[in-house]
């Protein structure tokens, strides 16, 4: 918590300080060395990351979350809109059903490689009550709000700043190393895969993108036909 009573990640709000020395939203003066850890929030954050843990990442259909509007369905996905049941204050969220031979492998990726800030949140897998339905394998996933990279360009009057742009790159970059280090191919990276969560058009380091839709793992044909060379700059 900082000294104009608003939350901020740490970070984020350190290395704004550094720069500009001023709260981002009051734009009065305010230093990094009075910045205060808001343990009511850090508690909210503790207690929900445990309580995955305790579930082991699964969830039950209509018992931890309800599946809303249908988004869109494309190539073996269908996404809809969700909601956390008997939750309060927790993130947005989608359930993602993945169908076909790779479902389960593809939905591994996704829950595995959770952890990286510049991929899309997985918070687990999700169940049917009665565990007889089988209509895919389903994944309950961070929501992001303000759509995918390629949608939101389009609609832009001006191009972003050189340096705004640079930036979303340099985060997809790091995101697309992070899945070669592990292992993993992307396979269809694109603007539409890549999700929008935060836009500032005149700070670079304020903007945040994350890639999503990932599937090919180091087996696939597709890996195996990659050089040894070009694997490292993935």
Known sequence: MAEDSNTYEREAITNWLEKYGTSPITRKLMTVDKLRTNTIVKRLVDEFESGLQKQMYRFILGIDVKKGDRLFVAFGKSVHKAQWINRANEPKIILMTISGARAQKEASFFVELTKHPHIVRTYGLVDYPDDK??????????????????????????????????????????????????????????????????????????NVVKVTDFGLSRGSTVYLSVSSSATTTL
Do not use: W
């Open 133 to 206: 339905r089988n209509e895919g394998v389903m994944l309950l996933q961070e929501y992001g709000v303000m759509g995918d990279l390629l949608e939101f360009l389009s609609t832009l009057e001006n191009v972003p700043k050189e340096a705004v742009l640079c930036e979303m790159f340099m985060q997809i970059a790091d995101a697309m190393t992070f899945l070669a280090y592990n292992r993993i191919v992307h396979g269809d990276l694109a603007c539409r895969n890549v999700l929008l969560y935060h836009f500032d058009p005149n700070e670079p380091k304020n």
